[in-house]
């Protein structure tokens, strides 16, 4: 039997919208809602690079990554063609104007994934020295 865990209330969600929901461990998960308070809970992680959904323009039952503009539909994860993969999605339920998630898979669902690191690498990092100022 799934155990449910209350997150927040459907109008804590803004129209056209998400908000974060931290987790113990691995990335937040991002809970959208669509103008027809379609509730939808992903990842908050684009699968092309990383961006981070949450902060995307949401329109129908997709939202648009705001660091590429690539289109992930909300009800399963993946990006719309011509851009390919997917982002996990969590099992999320609207009950009484209360929006609630999968306990198990909010623990469990995803954990190892990371954000990849944007620019470049630091020096420290890489192993390598940094080049003096003026040469290089």
Not at 15 to 37: E, I, K, P, T, Y
């Amino acid at each position: 039997m799934t155990e449910w865990k209350k997150i927040c209330l459907l109008t804590d969600i803004p129209v056209l919208g998400s908000r974060c929901v931290a987790r113990a461990q691995g990335l937040d998960v991002a809970v959208f809602r669509n103008d027809q308070d379609g509730v939808f809970a992903l990842l908050d992680r684009c699968p092309h690079k990383g961006g981070p959904l949450s902060q995307g323009m949401v329109f129908g039952t997709s939202v648009a990554c705001p660091l590429h503009n690539w289109t992930i539909d909300l009800a399963g994860g993946c990006a719309k063609a011509p851009d390919e993969g997917c982002t996990p999605r969590f099992a999320v339920k609207v009950q009484a104007g209360e929006v609630f998630l999968d306990a198990a898979e909010l623990a469990t669902h995803a954990t190892d994934l990371t954000r990849p690191a944007a620019g470049p690498r630091s020096p420290a990092l890489s192993g390598l020295s940094p080049a003096p100022l003026g040469e290089g």
